[in-house]
């Protein structure tokens, strides 16, 4: 099955038109994006979008073999002249299926938002899923068999990260499911940024006009096992190693930090992450990270190693020079040993956050120094291990792997 995105921004295309904002204003050339629509093995259209003839015509194809149009929006949209010799669009109800007269059969699927999804699988039994702007498959968890994967899942990869998450979480999306974000638009960051989140995501986006093959393996972007997070305070860290995770079901989140009840400003502190985490998320309060990097499981996300440090630090009295000199530093790199090696040994998808100190001001006492020197000497073990190391500064992501 061969299949051609005319457009694969949001309703309103990329630019919109008067918009200042950054990622209007990147969305120049390749950057350009019209409302989305996906032609199948020029016969079959879904959704009718202005401009469809030109796309086409840009893109290298011809409509006059499309033998079906269907919706997937809630709505007809902007007014669209109907390109002469297309059928009428119309709509299939939810969970019924149409047959193609080339042997292309359209299921349609219940969603959580307006509008309708629609698998389609052609005469050899290859399947994609194409999901409407900023919708989920609905009753994925019904205790039915699990499905199996789809080839390719097109969908709102950015605006709908849990989407992907369900999908994954029942078995529809594998690890040789190419999946490609559309509906674009200038709520999304603009390139290459919103090509680097994609990727930490396991998916990707292409130009208008690309053509693809629905089963083609080698382009599925590869999901890095390890990555390290660093950066400064309120740098959005935090934010990003949970938006890295955000598409994978059934994620535990390691919050080395414990409770303070006597704290009200860590409470509040606590309150605000687990706000912005996903509901079906399990969090853990420990530092006692060995095993849980050791066992097989859903993705881990570890915030943060500095946390873990300090924990570490408290056990072996590295504030206290005569501990410290008689045993504590030893004590101490054993532990940390002990941690690089079970994050490289591990099995599982692992994002760990941790501060990046000693930039500037030198600490005035000298535990505040021991402490800076041992979180650099950590994070430097950590990253060496890992495959995937960003720097986040300002709310930016830097790769540094």
């Known amino acids: 099955m061969e299949i051609t995105l005319l457009g694969t921004g949001g309703p309103k295309g990329l630019p919109q038109s008067g918009c200042p904002c950054a990622a209007c204003a990147a969305a120049v050339g390749a950057g350009a994006r019209g409302p989305a629509s ?16 030109l796309a086409a015509a840009r893109a290298g194809r011809s409509l006059s073999g499309v033998r079906q149009v269907l919706l997937t929006h809630p709505q007809a949209g902007p007014p669209v002249d109907l390109p002469p010799g297309l059928p009428v669009p119309g709509r299939v109800p939810d969970g019924e299926q149409l047959a193609l007269l ?3 059969r359209v299921r349609a699927v219940a969603l959580d938002a307006p509008g309708t999804g629609y698998e389609v699988t052609d005469p050899e039994g290859h399947r994609l899923l194409y999901l409407p702007t900023g919708a989920a498959p609905a009753g994925l968890d019904n205790g039915r068999d699990r499905p199996a994967p789809y080839d390719m899942v097109l969908l709102d990869a950015i605006h709908r990260p849990d989407a992907l998450a369900r999908l994954r979480a029942v078995g529809a999306v594998g690890p040789t499911t190419d999946v490609i974000a559309v509906h674009l638009d200038h709520d999304a960051p603009p390139e290459p940024e919103v090509h680097r989140r994609l990727s930490a995501e396991g ?15 080698e382009s599925v972007p590869d999901v890095p096992r390890r990555t390290l997070v660093l950066g400064g305070a309120r740098s959005g860290k935090s934010a990003e190693a949970e938006r890295r995770l955000a598409a994978f079901p059934g994620v535990v989140y390691v919050a080395t930090s414990g409770t303070r009840e006597d704290d009200p400003d860590w409470a509040a502190r606590v309150h605000l992450h687990r706000e912005r985490r996903p509901a079906t998320w399990r969090t853990e309060e420990t530092c006692d990270l060995v095993p849980l990097l050791g066992a097989d499981g859903p993705p881990l996300l570890i915030d943060c190693l500095a946390l873990w440090l ?3 630090m408290d056990a072996v009295g590295a504030w206290d020079e005569q501990r410290w000199a008689s045993g504590g530093r030893r004590q101490l790199g054993e532990r940390v040993a002990e941690l690089t090696a079970a994050w490289r040994a591990t099995r599982r998808t692992v994002v ?7 930039s500037g001001v030198v600490p005035a006492t000298a535990s505040g120094r021991r402490f800076r020197d041992e979180l650099g ?14 720097l986040v500064v300002a709310g930016l992501a830097v790769s540094l792997r």
């Open 377 to 390: 000497r950590l994070n430097a073990a950590i990253a060496a291990e890992s495959e995937r190391v960003l």
């Open 310 to 312: 300090t924990d570490a």
């Open 102 to 104: 080339t042997g292309h």
């Open 203 to 217: 998916a990707r986006a292409v130009p208008d006009g690309s053509s693809l093959t629905v089963g083609a393996y």
């Open 38 to 53: 996906l032609l199948v093995d020029g016969v079959l259209l879904l959704d009718l979008t202005p401009g469809l003839a």
């Open 352 to 358: 760990a956050v941790s501060n990046e100190v000693g």
